[in-house]
């Protein structure tokens, strides 16, 4: 009777330990899994944007000079939308009948002739180099961070009440010789 009334405390103290451990466990379970949630929300995302982006080229109009040939998508940096307008353009063509080409380049530098420029969030500290090589090309240049829209994107995703949005900059879209017919217009956040 003594040995177990030692043992009683002992044996409170590693019952407790276990509790601990295990509501910790539980705990961090559901934090990895509302983590993993978060993740996949956001990684959904990013299948609304070449609907956007497909959208966009019939609603977008390009000089003569950026109708002929492929319609080009250039993506700067790594970016998950890749895998996702890779999809779009290999089941889809433009409503002029182009090709859809997505590429990715690495730097600022390696921008050329395209219809779509797309900087991606982490790239978007680089907007004003990015401009700058643009200069009045007519091409859209499309970012998804919040106030890059004001600084001079032509196309800017945001989340609005839980929903991707996009503001719309004419001016900067003017710069480069653009038009985006009235339809877009209505459906865009006016900068």
Same mark, same amino acid.
């Given at each position: 009777?003594? +040995?177990?009334?030692?043992? !009683? =405390? #002992? +044996?409170?103290?590693? @019952? !407790? !330990? *276990?509790?601990?451990?295990? /509501? %910790? ?20 995302? /990013? ?5 956007? +982006?497909?959208? @966009?080229? *019939?609603?977008?109009?390009? =000089? ?9 998508? #250039?993506? &700067? ?9 890779? $999809? ?10 182009r090709t859809i080409v997505v590429t990715k380049i690495q730097?600022? $530098? ?9 900087? =991606? ?14 200069g009045n090309q007519s091409i859209l240049v499309i970012t998804?961070?919040?106030? #890059?829209?004001?600084?001079?994107? $032509?196309? $800017? ?10 503001? &719309?900059?004419?001016? %900067? &879209? ?6 985006? %017919?009235?339809?877009?217009? !209505? ?5």
């Amino acid at each position: 009777m003594l +040995i177990k009334s030692h043992l !009683r =405390p #002992l +044996i409170l103290v590693a @019952f !407790r !330990r *276990k509790r601990i451990i295990t /509501y %910790s466990m539980r705990r961090l379970f559901l934090l990895l899994g509302l983590f993993a949630s978060s993740w996949s929300v956001f990684a959904q995302d /990013y299948k609304l944007h070449p609907v956007y +982006i497909y959208s @966009f080229t *019939k609603y977008v109009i390009w =000089p003569d000079a950026y109708k002929e040939g492929d319609f080009q998508i #250039l993506v &700067l940096g790594d970016s998950p939308i890749i895998k996702e307008l890779g $999809n779009m353009a290999s089941a889809k063509k433009t409503p002029d009948n182009r090709t859809i080409v997505v590429t990715k380049i690495q730097s600022p $530098n390696e921008i050329k002739k395209c219809n779509v420029l797309f900087v =991606p969030l982490g790239k978007s500290k680089l907007l004003a180099e990015v401009l700058g090589k643009v200069g009045n090309q007519s091409i859209l240049v499309i970012t998804e961070e919040e106030g #890059l829209g004001a600084k001079g994107s $032509n196309i $800017n995703f945001i989340v609005k009440d839980g929903k991707l949005a996009f503001e &719309l900059n004419q001016s %900067s &879209l003017s710069k480069q010789n653009l038009k985006a %017919s009235n339809e877009l217009a !209505r459906l865009a956040i006016q900068i």
